[in-house]
């Protein structure tokens, strides 16, 4: 039986040039350090260098902004996204891993931290969302990175706003558990990826790639009927499946009926 590949999910998204954004000074929390701005350069310079495909020199820049500060979840990111553009598939996973980690403190520190005033709390909340409406909009690859940006930046805007009403901390982005299934698929570790790609439905269920992907892991397992369930999800959501996977699941299930 000839097996579709597996799309992978962009986790490789980053688009050569540098585009609009608000200045960082207008989304710095007061307190700040000239470490976190270092760090913040040091993620550009690594997005900067994967945009142009030196990724050895990009997860070297990540990694000083990890070092730098710890928590910066899109730079653990980034060295998942340099580990997978080496086909590094076991240090990726391990680096989105971190990333989880990373997003998943932060966010519990977002949800109890003190402002000053209450005027300061909306400022914060003002800048991200200007920030959020401000993001250019980009197709294909890039499209993943800038969607995991603006869902982090969502995620603290709902814990300001909650305030003290926040019982826990925020989901990590839906393309985190998407990127973390393709590392692990791609490291053999099969049950891993199809928890990650349920995972990401769960926090998303408009999305069409887990879907895709998990009716590939469901078709390599022995679960054809449940494949083609995900495969027609992700058809309803508007992705178009990889040539040749439909048929081969319908394939498989005739097969399965055959006496």
Known sequence: MRIAFLVIPAVLAFVPGAPAQVKDADIRMPT??????????RLKEGQRLMSEDAFEEAGKAFKEAIALDPLLFMAHYGVGS?????????AAAAAFEGAR????????????RQFKTQSARESRIR????????????????????QMQRQEMEAEVRSLEAGQEVSGPASPPPGLFLALGSAYFRSGRLP??????RAAIAADPRLGEPRNNLAVILLLTGRPADALTELKAAEKNGF??????KA?????IAKVRTP
């Open 32 to 41: 700040d350090s000239p470490t976190d701005v270092q760090a913040q350069q």
């Open 82 to 90: 340099a580990h997978m553009a080496k086909k590094e598939y076991a």
């Open 101 to 112: 980690a990373a997003f998943q403190e932060r966010a519990t520190l977002n949800a109890g």
């Open 127 to 146: 800048a991200l969302k200007d920030k959020i409406r401000n993001e250019p909009e980009f197709s294909g690859a890039a499209a993943a990175q800038r």
């Open 192 to 197: 891993d990826a199809e928890r990650e790609y």
């Open 240 to 245: 178009k499946p990889p040539a040749g996977l």
């Open 248 to 252: 081969d699941i319908e394939a498989a």
